[in-house]
T-cell receptor, first 116, second 116 residues
Framework: EPEVTQTPSHQVTQMGQEVILRCVPISNHLYFYWYRQILGQKVEFLVS????????KSEIFDDQFSVERPDGSNFTLKIRSTKLEDSAMYFCASSDPGDRSKNIQYFGAGTRLSVL | AQKVTQAQTEISVVEKEDVTLDCVYE???????LFWYKQPPSGELVFLIRRNSFDEQNEISGRYSWNFQKSTSSFNFTITASQVVDSAVYFC?????????????FGTGTSLTVIP
């Protein structure tokens, strides 16, 4: 069964460093998303991406964040200068616009980011 | 204001008991989608069900059933004859748009522990 894959599963970084979280969405999906989940809290939307541009973003997604689809398979989230409060689980998701009645987002297993 | 409220933070049941997880949502849209996701201890988010706002028919899938009531803005999830493998955090989510590019609003989750 197709799945969303995320790498690495755990990323440790020093405050102020740049990190790139990687995702490979399901191959025929065209909408991509990033969410984050601070430990013990709810899952929060960061950004959605379609047709090589951001279609929606939340207040959390400030200038420190950027997304990119560098090739036909990867979808990345970059945090330019990490802060302690960026420590969280980051989930990538994708959905298939081919069946508009479904609107189901499939999530990866997440990348746990620890900022020290 | 919270768009999705899961008032039960933690629930513990003994194996084989039935358990209902509550979800109350808030939206002004007439077209919307509701979802349940399971987050086992391993951390990934597993899609369980999607329901659109025009379909109030209850659904049963094995030991799982869902009760959607627009009159009370609720979308409750019942596990019948619970098993230890059901232990997880369960999230209810809302999508307010009919297209596939919009964010999900997640509740804060209900942590279910099934005691053997």
């Amino acid at each position: 069964e197709p799945e969303v894959t995320q790498t690495p599963s755990h990323q440790v970084t020093q405050m102020g460093q740049e990190v790139i979280l990687r995702c490979v969405p399901i191959s025929n999906h065209l909408y991509f998303y990033w969410y984050r989940q601070i430990l013990g809290q709810k899952v929060e939307f960061l950004v959605s991406f379609y047709n090589n541009e951001i279609s929606e973003k939340s207040e959390i997604f400030d200038d420190q964040f950027s997304v990119e689809r560098p090739d036909g398979s990867n979808f990345t989230l970059k945090i330019r200068s990490t802060k302690l409060e960026d420590s969280a689980m980051y989930f990538c998701a994708s959905s298939d616009p081919g069946d508009r009645s479904k609107n189901i987002q499939y999530f990866g297993a997440g990348t746990r980011l620890s900022v020290l | 204001a919270q768009k999705v409220t899961q008032a039960q933070t933690e629930i513990s049941v003994v194996e084989k008991e039935d358990v209902t997880l509550d979800c109350v949502y808030e939206t002004r849209d007439t077209t919307y989608y509701l979802f349940w996701y399971k987050q086992p201890p391993s951390g990934e988010l597993v899609f369980l069900i999607r329901r659109n706002s025009f379909d109030e028919q209850n659904e049963i899938s094995g030991r799982y059933s869902w009760n959607f009531q627009k009159s009370t803005s609720s979308f409750n999830f019942t596990i019948t004859a619970s098993q230890v493998v059901d232990s997880a955090v369960y999230f209810c989510a809302l999508s307010e748009a009919p297209n596939t590019g919009n964010q999900f609003y997640f509740g804060t989750g209900t942590s279910l522990t099934v005691i053997p």
